[in-house]
Nanobody, 120 residues
């Protein structure tokens, strides 16, 4: 019942920018937080950024000052603006939402992922 669709990935040179979008369908769910994970090739998945329902944000140290997470509540969409991209930012980026039906525990739901490749 929760569906997330990411878009905006692609190939960019170091120093360039991309904006990722994640459109969420969360009918009858309460959304507690949304954010982005990434999985670089051959590495562990890591949390990139989160934004809560109260719009407080957190970022991984590696992206602070370069990435910005935001939400458009009217469109039920979360964004990740990525500036000053580095080759080490190359990864598959996954949108997630922490959501629950009334009376049930919360779960993380994931999008299909979008590839970001940064060339040196």
């Amino acid at each position: 019942q929760v569906q997330l669709v990411e878009s905006g990935g692609g190939l960019v040179q170091a120093g360039g920018s991309l904006r990722l979008s994640c459109a969420a369908s969360t009918s009858h769910f309460s959304v507690n937080a949304m954010g982005w994970y990434r999985r670089p090739p051959g590495k562990q998945r890591e949390l990139v950024a989160t934004i809560t329902s109260g719009e407080s944000t957190n970022y991984a140290d590696s992206v602070k000052g370069r990435f910005t997470i935001s939400r458009d509540n009217a469109k039920n969409t979360v964004y990740l603006q990525m500036n000053s991209l580095k080759p080490e930012d190359t990864a598959v980026y996954y949108c997630y939402v922490l959501a629950a039906l009334a009376g049930l525990k919360s779960y993380n739901y994931w999008g299909q992922g979008t590839q970001v490749t940064v060339s040196s």
